[in-house]
């Protein structure tokens, strides 16, 4: 296999074609390590399509890694949901590992550690660890417990394990450089005691392994061959590889990319929560929230995801991507396969004067231009319509080709139509209009040549149906939510008007779909039946508008 290619080409790519070539590996796994402490976002999506892909790429096969070692913020329902994301991603993995399955083989190597000589029990608590510790311009101090004998580090771990000490009193340590440049090699912590219920090993240990002594661990156990983590990380490659040479472990490579930053968004795990916990929206699958759940629940696809993945790319670089960019992916997808329907959103009362009353017409509509293979569906038309509100002017501007009193406009699959008239409230707010149609444009194409400028959307009153539409905005106004000054919060920035809820109408072959089926609401945008919808009781999810807001090089 050392001559597989792909055909895309990134630094992480290139790296992996060179150890193929060079012969430091001779195929391909990676893994995807999540904590579960919470749902995965559209961040990780990324790290997912890059680990998933470069294996797939090659040849090879990723790992699904639960790394679960801070028991106080781990759930099987964050476990469970993390598989079913991934899943509906598109993508599969070879085994399911839990970082908490190697406990009792960690606790094992850190006692070779302690026979080597390379870890100590450390009495320092976590603020003189840290005075210790020293900064990155100052080397720091040994700790006064960094040369206990071996026999007392053995004796101590082993009361550390067996609950004697308090939370926090002891720690276990690796005995590395206390000067080293790099403050991760400043002897850290393998072990705190932690009196916490783990969710799957339950008040068994008292103690829990750091992710520094655990990830490098459980990827060589696992056989990786290339970790891929964000830039971070880049400062822990030293401890990770002197950890496995110390041990003579078997050595995958780690290599780091820069995470994905979005607009106008939040992609903290621990902000997200508060999002959740603190009722700024409704669960982790809010159609706001740029958690996977919450992308598909707003109408996101797997495909539309994936294509942004790709684009975006993968680089060394920290950047900002415009969230635009992602509905850009979402808008192209969508265009290609989502069915067409007439639904309006803020309804004006239309009469046709001249069209016999009780009389109902059948119009045939393609469902989907793009995609001759959508077929078409029937809609109905009759002497009563709504069109959208701002679809009519009683005294328009120039350049204004909609209806307005003496125009005409095509009603889209259905007959030219013409105002002649039109009533207000005593407020001067329109209540109705009043058109004739021209029965010779049938199907909404005259046959004398004659052209209109304008094409409204509508639906027939007699036949439509009542449908709730939830129309969102970015859950939050300012383009850096992070950005706070002191003493404020990022909840600061939510935008109040992220989500507001209306009763549309529209035609009536909405009555019958499936949740999770997108559609483009004509003229408007891309809409998806939300997991509430009910026949009884239909809801959509503005999913994007059809204006595309994205510009390339922006
Ligand atoms: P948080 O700090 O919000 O909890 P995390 O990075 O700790 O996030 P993990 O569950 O540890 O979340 O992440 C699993 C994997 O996904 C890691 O390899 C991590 O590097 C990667 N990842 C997380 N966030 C992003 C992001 N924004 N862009 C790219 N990869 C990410
Ligand atoms: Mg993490």
Not at 493 to 499: E, R
């Amino acid at each position: 296999m050392s001559d597989v290619q792909t055909e895309k080409s990134d630094f992480l790519r290139n790296a992996v074609t060179e150890d193929l070539k060079n012969g430091r590996f001779d195929h391909v796994k990676t893994r995807f390590p999540p904590e579960p402490n919470g749902y995965l976002h559209i961040g990780h999506a990324k790290s997912i399509c890059l680990n998933f892909g470069i294996a797939a790429d090659f040849g090879g096969v990723t790992n699904l890694r639960m790394d679960d070692t801070n028991p106080a913020k781990e759930s099987m329902e964050y476990v469970e949901a993390i598989q079913k994301d991934i899943k509906w991603l598109g993508f599969n993995w070879v085994g399911l590992y839990f970082a908490s399955d190697n406990y009792d083989k960690l606790y094992d190597l850190a006692i070779q550690m302690i026979k080597m000589g390379k870890a100590y029990v450390c009495d320092l608590n976590a603020d003189q660890i840290r005075e210790y510790r020293g900064t990155l311009t100052e080397p720091g101090k040994n700790s006064p417990y960094r040369d206990r004998s071996i026999e007392e580090n053995l004796r101590l771990f082993d009361e550390m394990k067996n609950g004697k000490y308090a939370d926090g009193e002891k720690t276990l340590r690796a005995k590395i450089d206390m000067a080293s440049p790099n403050l991760n090699m400043r002897d850290p912590v393998l072990y705190r005691i932690c009196r916490a219920d783990h969710y799957r090993t339950g008040t068994k240990w008292c103690i829990y392994p750091m992710y520094d002594w655990t990830h490098g661990t459980c990827d060589s156990y696992e056989g990786i061959t290339h970790s891929i983590c964000t830039l971070e990380f880049e400062d822990h490659r030293p401890l990770y590889e002197w950890f496995l040479k110390t041990l003579g472990l078997y050595m995958p490579r780690q290599i780091e990319f820069a995470r994905l930053n979005l607009t106008y968004t939040v992609m903290s795990k621990r902000k997200l929560l508060k999002l959740v916990k603190e009722n700024y929206v409704n669960g982790w699958d809010d159609p706001r929230m740029p958690t996977i759940c919450g992308l598909r629940r707003r109408g996101f696809t797997p495909e539309a995801i994936k294509d942004f993945c790709a684009r975006i790319g993968v680089s060394k670089v920290y950047s900002t991507v415009d969230y635009a960019l992602l509905e850009h992916c979402l808008r192209e997808d969508l265009n290609k396969r989502a069915k067409r329907v007439m639904v309006v959103l803020d309804p004006l009362k239309v009469i046709i004067d001249n069209y016999p009353e009780n009389e109902v017409e059948w119009f045939d509509a393609e469902n989907n231009p793009e995609d001759p293979a959508a077929g078409t569906r029937k809609i109905p038309f009759s002497r009563e319509l709504y069109i959208e509100r701002d679809d009519f002017m009683i005294d328009p501007p120039k350049k204004y080709f909609r209806l307005s009193p003496g125009k005409e406009i095509r009603l889209k699959h259905a007959y030219y139509v013409k105002c002649v008239d039109y009533k207000t409230d005593s407020d001067g707010n329109v209540t109705e209009v009043h058109c004739t149609y021209d029965p010779a444009t049938k199907g909404g194409w005259s046959d004398d040549g004659r052209m209109v400028k304008g094409t409204s959307h509508w639906v027939s009153a007699a036949k439509c149906i009542d449908t709730e539409v939830r129309l969102y905005e970015n859950l939050f106004a300012k383009e850096n939510p992070d950005e706070v000054e002191e003493g404020h919060d990022f909840t600061e920035n939510l935008n109040p008007n992220s989500l507001k809820v209306i009763t549309a109408k529209s035609e009536p072959s909405l009555a019958e779909v499936k949740p999770g089926e997108h559609f483009q609401f004509l003229r408007q945008g891309y809409f998806v039946a939300d997991d509430d919808y009910t026949a009884a009781k239909p809801v959509f999810n503005k999913a994007v508008a059809l204006k595309d807001s994205w510009k390339p090089n922006k």
